[in-house]
């Protein structure tokens, strides 16, 4: 078969398997030691997580709240982060008072960790620390946030006008990933955001944003 | 039915439908007005979730990381998370140089969410907040979090010795609770430990435990 037939054989899996604009057919998991794709993997599809921020009404204690996120529309995640937060939940007022966040993200409920304890350090985990911003809601960024997050959380468009909900990203300063035994694996902001695209699973997630 | 049967019934039901000591029949979710019986559900129901620290290594950014905890034996929950954690990963060393932390748990991943989005009110979530404390490794109370801890991960027992896993609890001193629309339902620490069993399905969770 050849490449171009391969690709919309691909192409033809994903768009029959998307449910609400997230896959059902998982793209294989990365090799492990290919630390830049496995993060992407990770963080592209799955679509919630923990996000954590500085509470100082409760003494400067981290704050974890479970948040639905979006790094793009599906297929084609950029590794950013994207939310839609109102202030009327704790995590949007405690990042306008203190930016410092992270997402902490679990491969477990992908469903493809097996029998695997979630704490087992095959069954990855990312954590990305850095700085939740409130993007420009003007802006032309805003308007990506919107169709990456819509795309994968059709309830949102739905979501109380009143409760004011504005976009929000996290600026990535550090990342830490679990994806194999040995510890978190050595990965820069620089790596993570321009992966190789030197896996067969990773290129697949890929593959709707080039055609 | 008599009462006795009935207890009988239930206890039979959770007893073959157990899996690695962990249920694989979910007791029926408790009413959302009941917020210590919701609470305890969502925590003594799931078994993973995100403790978040204080990493000074991070310039004080609070640190999410995927964790396996558990607050009893399956349908003897106390609503106090235990953890088994190494000082090789960061969470451990963060909390042994500042104890404030919090816990974040979801009901998405119970599959209990139906087709809600994880960020709807109506799909549960808590975070815990307070301070992660090594437990004496020699205490009952350390027994008690090994017996706790191992039932539910069984591989627990079989992570490398040389990596010197100890309990550690988390002393809960703050509950954010989503459960219904409205905002966080109020919730104190005692309600949350010593919750009114006026609810058949928490009912149901604490049966194993009365017989």
Redesign the interface.
């Known amino acids: 078969m050849g490449m171009k037939a391969f690709i919309c054989l691909m192409w033809l899996l994903m768009w029959v398997s998307q449910s609400k604009g997230r896959l059902l057919f998982i793209p294989s998991k990365p090799d492990p030691n290919d630390a830049a794709a496995s993060a992407r993997w990770l963080v592209s599809l799955n679509?919630?997580?923990?996000l954590?921020?500085?509470?100082a009404d409760?003494?400067?204690?981290?704050?974890?709240?479970?948040?639905?996120y979006s790094d793009g529309l599906t297929g084609a995640g950029t590794g950013i982060p994207y939310f839609?937060l109102t202030s009327?939940d704790?995590t949007a007022r405690n990042a306008l008072e203190n930016d410092?966040?992270?997402?902490?993200v679990?491969e477990?409920?992908l469903g493809t960790c097996g029998t695997?304890?979630?704490?087992?350090p095959t069954c990855s985990?990312i954590?990305l620390?850095?700085k939740l911003k409130l993007v420009d809601q003007q802006s032309k960024e805003a308007e990506f946030a919107r169709k990456a997050l819509f795309s994968k959380?059709p309830?949102?468009k739905d979501w109380p006008k009143n409760h004011n909900f504005q976009f929000f990203k996290l600026e990535i300063?550090?990342i830490?990933l679990i994806d194999w035994f040995g510890?978190p694996k050595p990965l820069t902001v620089e790596q993570y955001l321009h992966p190789k695209m030197n896996n067969v699973g990773f290129l697949v997630l890929n593959l709707q944003s080039a055609l």
Do not use: C, Q, R
């Open positions: 679509f919630w997580g923990v954590n921020t500085i509470s409760l003494g400067g204690a981290p704050f974890g709240n479970v948040v639905s839609y009327l704790p410092k966040a992270s997402l902490t679990s477990y409920p695997k304890d979630p704490m087992n985990k954590s620390t850095g959380h309830e949102m300063e550090n830490f510890g």
